[in-house]
């Protein structure tokens, strides 16, 4: 059986050396550039779609830090039925917990709002964020006298991308001055009566 085989081997070498001569190309026709051409063209897909992914890991992390710095600071307002929670105090707390931010302090807005408990009708979508091409803090509402109401608390952080031409950063631009984009966090609470 193996010399059989090797035979068969022997003839299937010898047919495709015989059809790389027939097909053989020239001098002129040589290929040996041929890789950097392709790694030139795909270069720059393999560098989006890592900025992209290192700036949504970026993002989520920035959401996540938001979203817990929201949890503990609900909970203070949820056992303050006096309302001597102002909104400055809340911002600080947020930013206190949250401190992947960059400068909190300036770029979170948050915002209290009561949630009606006969139509359960929830305050409009389009959340007050700061405007850092005018520099202008919108007036968040503020609910006052909260005990025992329902209460929406929004948190809405503008930042930068961290590679605003390149990858993801490019999409996710969503602010009003065209360089920004939003992180926003919100939850809903009874505030406990006295």
Not at 93 to 112: Q, S
Not at 143 to 157: G, P, Q, T, V
Not at 165 to 182: E, F, H, K, W, Y
């Given at each position: 059986m193996?010399?059989?085989?090797r035979s068969l081997a022997t003839r299937c070498a010898t047919a495709l050396t015989t059809l790389d001569q027939v097909f053989s190309r020239g001098p002129d026709n040589r290929e040996d550039g041929a890789a950097t051409v392709e790694f030139v063209i795909l270069l720059p897909v393999f560098l989006a779609v890592f900025l992209s992914s290192f700036e949504a890991s970026l993002l989520l992390s920035r959401q996540v830090m938001l979203e817990r710095g929201v949890d503990v600071a609900v909970r203070q307002v949820r056992l303050d039925s006096r309302s001597t929670v102002s909104q400055n105090a809340l911002r600080n707390?947020?930013?206190?917990?949250?401190?992947?931010?960059?400068?909190?302090?300036?770029?979170?807005?948050?915002?209290?709002q009561e949630i009606d408990t006969v139509t359960y009708d929830l305050p409009s979508t389009a959340q007050p964020c700061v405007n850092r091409e005018t520099s202008v803090t919108p007036a968040a509402e503020f609910?006052?006298?909260?005990?025992?109401?329902?209460?929406?608390?929004?948190?809405?952080?503008?930042v930068d991308p961290f590679m605003p031409?390149?990858?993801?950063?490019?999409?996710?631009?969503?602010?009003?001055?065209?360089?920004?984009?939003?992180i926003v966090a919100a939850t809903a609470f009874v505030?406990?009566?006295v």
């Open positions: 193996a010399p059989i085989l707390e947020v930013c206190a917990i949250a401190k992947i931010l960059p400068d909190c302090e300036t770029n979170l807005l948050v915002e209290l609910e006052a006298d909260r005990a025992s109401k329902l209460i929406l608390m929004r948190a809405c952080f503008a031409g390149a990858g993801l950063g490019t999409q996710l631009v969503t602010d009003v001055d065209g360089s920004s984009m939003r505030v406990e009566p």
